[in-house]
Each structure stands twice: as structure tokens, then as C-alpha cells.
């Protein structure tokens, strides 16, 4: 349900784009969306973990220069500036001894020490390629094209290299005694 609830912004930004034809409308209940979703959860919890705060940020000046411009381009450049600042956050973090994906899922899921760089490593080039794939897209195919490809071919790729890092993962799962 939590997924869900995050992924509403971009589900109302299809919908919207979808009836209206036009992006600057569907940037706009974008941004509208993202702050509103901000705002529930900053009541709720009295807090936003950091990646909502980028999303915030990125959402609201990507999306009201979209506005502001009626330029399609600023909006469509968001999901790559999120995408390669999470690179960046995981790289750095990495290169100085830590690793926000142990800290995260370490305590659910029991991996080899060895595996948990490889596994930053993976989502390092993973986001680098989604920031890229965006853009090619973005400049490649037309704007009603990059919004199709905004909720289904990004979350397709999502999907896909998650089931796929899966796999590799299972090989290193303990296996459970009968």
C-alpha cells in the first residue's frame, strides 16, 4: 500500500495527461499531487525520509519551470536528476565504507559481506541507465510517447532488474531446514 501511495503523483500525472493532452495540466497536478502527498506525511509522521525531500524539490523546480515555461523538457528531466542523484548518494556512500542497502534490508534479508557492494554497484549503473534511458526517450520520441514511457517502461525496467537481482540474491539466501 505504501508503494502505491508514493507512486499516486505519478499515476495522477498519466491520468491527467491522458484525458488533457497537455503536459503542462499534468505537470501541474503533479506538482499539486507532490505536495499534498508531502505535506500527509509530514503531518503523519512529522518527518520526510530523505528521498521524498529530493522528490519534493525536484518535482516542484522541475515542474514549475515546466509551468512557468510551457516547456515539457524541465519535467522531462526530473526522473533522470532523481535517478543519478540516488546513483550518486549510493556510490559515495559505498566509496566511503557504508552501505544504505545493508542498513536497509540487512536485517530481513542475510547476504554474504561480499555481496552487499556488488549489489550498490548494480543499482549505481541500474540508475545511471534509467537517467539515460530517460533522456533518450525524452529526446527521441515525441512527449506523448516519453509519458507512456514514464509509467510503463520505467517501472517495466524497475520490475524487471528487480526480479533479475532477485535471482542472483537467491543463490545466496540461507536454505531453510525441513
Known sequence: MKALFEFLV???FFATYVATKNI???TAVAVAGGVIQAAFLWLKHRKLQTMQWL???????????TIAFK??????????????AMSAA????????????KA??????????HIWPKL??????FLIFMGLINLWVAYRFT??????????GSTGLLLAFVIVQMLFLSRYLPKEEN
Do not use: C, R
Not at 516547456?71 to 543519478?84: E, N, R
Not at 549510493?90 to 542497502?101: D, E, F, V, Y
Open 10 to 12: 505519478v499515476i495522477l
Open 24 to 26: 503542462v495540466w499534468a
Open 55 to 65: 522528490s519534493l524539490v525536484l518535482i516542484v523546480v522541475f515542474g514549475g519551470a
Open 71 to 84: 516547456d515539457a523538457h524541465f519535467i522531462m528531466w526530473k526522473p533522470t536528476i532523481l535517478f543519478w
Open 90 to 101: 549510493l556510490l559515495l556512500a559505498q566509496l566511503l565504507g557504508k552501505n544504505p542497502l
Open 104 to 113: 536497509a534490508m540487512g536485517k530481513e534479508i542475510k547476504l554474504p559481506e
Open 120 to 125: 550498490a554497484y548494480a543499482w549505481v549503473g
Open 143 to 152: 512527449e506523448a510517447q516519453w509519458v507512456n514511457y514514464k509509467l510503463f
